[in-house]
């Protein structure tokens, strides 16, 4: 796999960032996907639409918020740098956690039933995250151990990790995790009925929590990037098993054998 001819795209006047074009694009396919799910249970698509656009600033934020804090090292020396996010630097970790926060509000203040909201909203993130994860490529980041197999990344010397200046390829995490979130979208799909029929609303968000603390527990695996560390673990993997277990959690109160408490 080449490495990537660039971050930027040059359109006559029109300098365009590709990391930030991917970002675009992806919020845009989780906000028609929304307001279709949201539409197609009986509410007001447009307004489901204003909803996401609506929580956009406060999930940037979090995504932001999150790298700069998990990164603080790098940026109390360069404070300025907290605002540059041209090269990358916006936690999806971060995005949920203040996208759903915004929603929750957003929902509670229009008097919809909060769960049910919350299911239709996650639906599009793992599709929105697949199309994102190719900024990455572009930014020539989030890429993995040295690797011989046909489908290995070519990273150019300036952006490899220390140590590694001598390996050519690279296992393309970005690219595994794109994948691997179109998968949690048809996942989710197929699987929007029979949870629902077993678990209370809000089982939607419990399984892709479930779905993408796993997968992203696989890429931290993979990675060799520095990282700040817990122990002998990377951060975002640690971060990555309690989304996971969030997650399991969610369904096991959301268990309609359960009794539903006030």
């Known amino acids: ?7 930027a795209l040059d359109i006559g006047p029109l300098h365009l960032q590709l ?14 996907v929304t307001a279709r799910l949201w539409q197609r ?8 639409a204003w909803a996401c656009l609506l929580a956009a600033p406060v999930a940037f934020i979090g995504a932001r918020l999150y790298h700069v804090i998990t990164d603080y090292g790098v940026y109390s020396a360069n404070p300025t740098g907290i605002f540059d996010v041209a ?4 936690s999806i970790f971060g995005a949920v956690a203040g996208g ?6 957003y929902a509670n203040v229009r008097g919809w039933p909060i769960a049910t909201f919350l299911d239709c909203a996650i639906v599009g993130i793992p599709l929105a995250q697949a199309i994102g994860r190719w900024g990455n490529y572009f930014n020539q980041e989030l890429f993995g151990r040295p690797t011989d197999l046909p489908w290995g990344l070519h990273v150019d010397e300036a952006f490899r990790p220390y140590g590694y200046a001598t390996y050519e390829q690279f296992h393309p995490v970005f690219l595994y995790e794109s994948v691997l979130d179109v998968g949690i979208f048809i996942a989710l799909g197929l699987l929007w009925r029979p949870l629902h029929e077993r ?6 968000v419990g399984a892709y929590l479930i ?4 997968v992203r527990v696989l890429m931290e695996l993979l990675r060799s990037d520095p990282s700040n560390m817990i122990g002998p673990f990377r951060l975002n993997l640690v971060v990555a098993v309690l989304v996971l277990l969030t997650g399991a959690l969610i369904l096991i109160v959301a268990d309609r054998r359960r009794p539903q408490r006030l």
């Open 41 to 48: 249970g009986g509410g007001d698509g447009i307004e489901a």
């Open 1 to 7: 796999m080449p490495a990537s001819p660039g971050e």
């Open 87 to 90: 090269q990358g630097g916006l």
């Open 100 to 105: 759903i926060f915004a929603l929750v509000f």
């Open 19 to 32: 990391y930030g074009v991917c970002v675009l694009l992806g919020f845009f396919v989780w906000v028609l």
């Open 211 to 214: 779905l993408y603390g796993l």
């Open 199 to 204: 678990f209370r609303p809000g089982c939607i």
